[in-house]
């Protein structure tokens, strides 16, 4: 695997369910990011991870938790979420949260809530 | 709060035209702007970054401007192809803020052969 891979690609999830995304990069790199990306709205920074702390929060609903257990993975945990809450989870990674270099994204988790 | 615009509406131009899109910004003045682009279903790609201090940048047939005085980016693509159909966002990075960036919701580029 090469580049930044995220699992699972598609989820279906009832509100009361608890279910993880994964985010996986093979770039060596020692940032990660969660972005939101909801139909004809720009993507919103959720989490940003550098050298495995929790750099930025952005006022996300606590009923998103992410973890970071080391540079290469990030998780975003769900649970009781809500309708308005269907979008594409993407994940990101750079070399270095606050330098001028590129953000190199995975193919995202298209989240359904019923 | 900065606010980014870029042209909601899907701009369609002919194949080999220079297709141009608009990134307009407020308030603070950014360390950098970004530009991606991204494909239906897939994340984004990274294409160029331009600092405040530029006034363009090129890479091949992408180019990038940098007007801080009218608070806007324009990205060019000459001798446009089909294959360059997709959508251009634009994300910006203030001076405190470090690499989180604030993106723009994006201009869906259709090329007519």
């Known amino acids: 695997e090469t580049g930044v891979t995220q699992t699972p690609r598609h989820l279906v999830m009832g509100m009361t369910n608890k279910k993880s995304l994964k985010c996986e990069q093979h770039?060596?790199?020692?940032?990660m990011y969660w972005y939101k990306q909801s139909a004809k709205k720009p993507l919103e920074l959720m989490f940003v991870?550098?050298?495995?702390?929790?750099?930025e929060n952005n006022s996300v609903p606590s009923r998103f938790s992410p973890e970071c257990p080391n540079s290469s993975h990030l998780f975003l945990h769900l649970h009781t979420l809500q309708p308005e809450d269907s979008a594409l989870y993407l994940c990101?990674?750079?070399?270095?949260?606050?330098?001028?270099?590129?953000?190199?994204f995975g193919p995202g988790t298209r989240l359904t809530v019923l | 709060s900065q606010k980014i615009e870029q042209n909601s509406e899907a701009l369609n131009i002919q194949e080999g035209k220079t297709a141009t899109l608009t990134c307009n910004y407020t308030?603070?003045?950014?360390?950098?702007l970004q530009w991606y682009r991204q494909d239906p279903g897939r994340g984004p790609v990274f294409l160029l970054l331009?600092?405040?201090?530029?006034k363009e940048k090129r890479k091949e047939r992408l180019k990038v401007t940098f007007d801080t005085t009218l608070k806007q980016s324009l990205f060019h693509i000459t001798a446009s192809q089909p294959a360059d159909s997709a959508t251009y966002l634009c994300?910006?990075?203030?001076?405190?803020?470090?690499?989180?960036?604030?993106f723009g919701g994006g201009t869906r580029l259709m090329v007519k052969p």
């Open positions: 990101a990674s750079s070399q270095g949260q606050s330098s001028y270099n590129e953000q190199f």
């Open positions: 770039l060596g790199h020692n940032a």
């Open positions: 991870y550098s050298l495995e702390e929790r750099v």
């Open positions: 308030n603070y003045s950014p360390a950098y």
């Open positions: 331009i600092r405040e201090n530029e």
């Open positions: 994300a910006l990075a203030l001076h405190y803020a470090g690499n989180m960036l604030t």
